[in-house]
């Protein structure tokens, strides 16, 4: 089936520096990956709609220019958490759909902002 | 798309078969019904979807009711691996840039 690969598993970085975390599809190409955050206890909440070539769609009070996003080819998406806190710290989950049913989510990251 | 209400825990005896209700009445009739499940720190896990019909896989059944107001998820021999969250979740199924909204979902816990 579908894999969807992310890394890192899990970064701690220093409050104030940015941090970048890949997500790729494997063996299928995907024109649109989706970006969630997910703090302890708590479902998983959409960040951002990232689409290949074009510009990302930001969920509501998620800040562009925090959280960026670059989908420049059909199997990659970056997510770089820029002037990251302590309140950045959280579970960050990529997906993407190969085709139109079913969407692969990535394993997830783990972010420590110290 | 249409909102989902699960309960917010269960248990299950392993082994036994663990039937997870998830009630989406404002379900449209050109929305699917998908189940996920989320084993600790890890991302979501695919289990089946469906749009009217029962379905059925190699993980889990699928049980629409008639008027597509309520589904069960059914694991027919549950077992250790299988705690997790679970998540119901209604969307339009046409193209992949439609995106998965989560709700809180059902923990469930299996019971040695």
């Known amino acids: 089936g579908a894999v969807v690969s992310q890394h890192p598993s899990r970064v701690i970085c220093k409050s104030g520096t940015s941090v970048k975390i890949e997500c790729r599809s494997l063996d299928f190409q995907a024109t649109t990956m989706f970006w969630y955050r997910q703090f302890p206890k708590q479902s998983l909440m959409l960040m951002a709609t990232s689409n290949e070539g074009s510009k990302a769609t930001y969920e509501q009070g998620v800040e562009k220019d925090k959280f960026l996003i670059n989908h420049a080819s059909l199997t990659l998406s970056t997510l770089t958490v820029t002037s990251a806190h302590p309140e950045d710290s959280s579970f960050y989950i990529c997906?993407?759909?190969?085709?139109?049913?079913?969407?692969?989510f990535g394993s997830g990251t783990r972010l420590t902002v110290v | 798309d249409a909102k989902t209400t699960q309960p917010p825990s269960m248990d299950c005896a392993e082994g036994r078969a663990a039937n997870l209700p998830c009630n989406h009445s404002?379900?449209?009739?050109?929305?699917?019904v998908y189940w996920y499940r989320q084993i600790h720190s890890q991302g979501p896990q695919y289990i089946i979807h469906g749009l009217k019909n029962n379905e059925t896989n190699e993980m889990a059944s699928l049980i629409i009711t008639e008027d597509r107001k309520s589904s069960t998820l059914i694991l027919p021999h549950a077992t250790l691996r299988d705690t997790a969250v679970y998540y119901c979740?209604?969307?339009?199924?046409?193209?992949?840039?439609?995106?998965?909204?989560f709700g809180t979902g059902t923990r469930l816990t299996i019971i040695p």
């Open positions: 404002t379900i449209s009739g050109n929305e699917y």
């Open positions: 997906s993407a759909a190969e085709g139109s049913v079913v969407y692969t």
């Open positions: 979740i209604v969307r339009v199924a046409n193209f992949g840039n439609e995106k998965l909204t």
